[in-house]
Nanobody, 122 residues
Framework: QVQLVESGGGLVQAGGSLSLSCRASGTIFRINYMGWYRQAPGKERELVSAITTTGRTNYADYADSVKGRFTISRDNAGNANTVYLQMNGLKPEDTAVYYC???????????WGQGTQVTVSS
């Protein structure tokens, strides 16, 4: 089993920045994929950004709507895996609940965090 604990989020004005972090613990040696998804009211959950680790290389993927504004990174040090999402240039349309997700790959994502609210005011 893998547990995901998220932190960060909150309220910020448009143009501001926020940082999210998600720490994975448990059977993490099988976790090659960690990412952030978001769900706004009345909308489906969508991928924001994800990072896939193959060997010693991390491959990052971003939704078109956040490219150039958000940066994902992963810390594999020690016994815990932590993924970060630095969000700059936030827009009101970025308002959503952000969920951390993890799994063996993008084809298998069984682990989800509890979600953290990000609200961007105009």
């Amino acid at each position: 089993q893998v547990q995901l604990v998220e932190s960060g989020g909150g309220l910020v004005q448009a143009g501001g920045s926020l940082s999210l972090s998600c720490r994975a613990s448990g059977t993490i040696f099988r976790i090659n994929y960690m990412g952030w998804y978001r769900q706004a009211p009345g909308k489906e959950r969508e991928l924001v950004s994800a990072i896939t680790t193959t060997g010693r290389t991390n491959y990052a993927d971003y939704a078109d709507s956040v490219k150039g504004r958000f940066t994902i990174s992963r810390d594999n040090a020690g016994n815990a895996n932590t993924v970060y999402l630095q969000m700059n240039g936030l827009k009101p349309e970025d308002t959503a609940v952000y969920y951390c997700a993890a799994g063996a790959g993008s084809y298998s994502i069984p682990y989800w965090g509890q979600g953290t609210q990000v609200t961007v005011s105009s």
